[in-house]
């Protein structure tokens, strides 16, 4: 997923019109578009715009099948275009409007940040000597092991247009520890998108 966090939150402001009046959602981290009403959706599209194609289609797949089994009816835009292909909000518009959908769930990786951290353990081990002049055992001794871990987390912003408006509707930044593999973190960032959305009233 290498490409340049700056290039890509621009191409993610962009990539349909701008945010337009927008509000904290009450209690939430989230921005909501002013006088926006929840609704059902008849498809929904999600675009990772990750030039890495096996990393945009992991994405992708993860979020349109978690939608699919949630209930909603979702399809994945990698097979209709590649973001090398995408350089502007009209040459999006282009290869998106011949497919039939009302909103469209888009995610923007904004880079990793990687902590270390020390995690010291203890273990009782058997006396190692006494001393026998006062009978004190230097009991018990005691073993430490020292294990270094480190943790990556990715910065993902999550935003959701519709095809009515062309406009932001929904945004919030969503943080995904990505140490256990790409798989595993794409599926814990489709389940965290749509619970926010849920959460924020937007699905």
Same mark, same amino acid.
């Given at each position: &997923? ?63 099948? $978690? ?39 888009? $995610?923007?990786?904004?880079?990793? @940040?990687?902590? &270390? ?33 480190? @943790? ?16 932001? @509707? ?18 814990? $960032?489709?389940? $965290? ?11």
């Amino acid at each position: &997923m290498k490409f340049p966090a700056v290039a890509m939150a621009l191409l993610a402001s962009m990539i349909l019109t701008g945010c337009g009046s927008s509000k904290p959602a009450s209690g939430t981290e989230s921005f909501i578009a002013e006088g926006y009403q929840k609704k059902k959706y008849s498809n929904i599209l999600v675009l990772g715009t990750m030039k890495d194609t096996v990393a945009r289609k992991k994405v992708e797949k993860e979020m349109v099948d $978690l939608l699919n089994r949630s209930g909603y009816h979702s399809t994945p835009t990698h097979p209709y275009f590649s973001m090398t292909e995408i350089t502007s909000r009209e040459a999006l518009k282009t290869k998106i409007d011949p497919i039939q959908f009302d909103g469209i769930i888009v $995610l923007t990786y904004l880079g990793a @940040q990687t902590s &270390m951290s020390d995690q010291v353990s203890v273990a009782s081990t058997t006396p190692l000597a006494s001393m026998s002049l006062f009978d004190i055992y230097t009991s018990p001794a005691y073993d430490f092991n020292y294990d270094t871990r480190s @943790q990556t987390v990715g910065s993902v912003s999550a935003a959701f247009y519709t095809r009515e408006q062309y406009q932001k @509707q929904w945004a919030s930044m969503v943080q995904v520890n990505m140490s256990n593999g790409l798989d595993m973190g794409t599926e814990m $960032l489709a389940g $965290l998108v749509l619970a926010r959305m849920k959460r924020d009233k937007i699905l």
